[in-house]
T-cell receptor, first 111, second 111 residues
Framework: NAGVTQTPKFRVLKTGQSMTLLCAQD?????MYWYRQDPGMGLRLIHY???????AKGEVPDGYNVSRLKKQNFLLGLESAAPSQTSVYFC??????????FGSGTRLTVV | DQQVKQNSPSLSVQEGRISILNCDYT??????FLWYKKYPAEGPTFLIS?????DKNEDGRFTVFLNKSAKHLSLHIVPSQPGDSAVYFC??????????FGKGTKLTVNP
């Protein structure tokens, strides 16, 4: 049972480039989340989804877009990467807001 | 304003002694309190939780205490082991689908 899988694990982008981070879960969870973790800042919620086809903004949504076309997948997009988006990104899923399971993270560096 | 505060960025204890990690919160509407543990290069994993109707919950070496009047949550680890060295996040839930995380405390248990 894989749980939550994030792809890719590492990426280096140039300023202005775009990319998509993929999160896949096999637990049939309704809710999925994208967080970023920065030194001294803890985990901050970027966007989340409470079901297929729905998305909502979290604490730090600017510069990111998301899509939840399939229940098991939650995509995080950066349209024009900036150095301030250098971070570790974590995806999580939960059953109705309880029992969060996190992926192992994507380390993104924007130069 | 920060809803969840972990005021100690780091804590160092000797193996076999007690580790006490603290968390303060501002919003009385939180009704479910959790601790997550995070090793480097891994996602956070659930450790222990407590609901607002309780003041203590134990699971082996880990005990979580909740003082609602003081809006204070603590995690006790006894005896501490070198494998407990990690970053610990408190997370609070208040009737919504989202968790609010503290900034984390890095625990180092010295052999």
């Amino acid at each position: 049972n894989a749980g939550v899988t994030q792809t890719p694990k590492f990426r280096v982008l140039k300023t202005g480039q775009s990319m998509t981070l993929l999160c896949a879960q096999d637990m049939n969870h309704e809710y999925m989340y994208w967080y970023r973790q920065d030194p001294g800042m803890g985990l901050r919620l970027i966007h989340y989804s409470v079901g297929e086809g729905t998305t909502a903004k979290g604490e730090v949504p600017d510069g990111y877009n998301v899509s939840r076309l399939k229940k098991q997948n939650f995509l995080l997009g950066l349209e024009s990467a900036a150095p301030s988006q250098t971070s570790v990104y974590f995806c999580a899923s939960s059953y109705a807001g309880y029992g969060y399971t996190f992926g192992s993270g994507t380390r993104l560096t924007v130069v | 304003d920060q809803q969840v505060k972990q005021n100690s960025p780091s804590l160092s204890v000797q193996e076999g002694r007690i580790s006490i990690l603290n968390c303060d919160y501002t919003n009385s509407m939180f009704d479910y309190f959790l601790w997550y543990k995070k090793y480097p290069a891994e996602g956070p994993t659930f450790l222990i939780s407590i609901s607002s109707i309780k003041d203590k919950n134990e699971d082996g070496r880990f005990t979580v205490f909740l003082n609602k009047s003081a809006k204070h949550l603590s995690l006790h680890i006894v005896p501490s082991q070198p494998g407990d060295s990690a970053v610990y996040f408190c997370a609070l839930q208040g009737g919504s689908e989202k968790l609010v995380f503290g900034k984390g405390t890095k625990l180092t248990v010295n052999p």
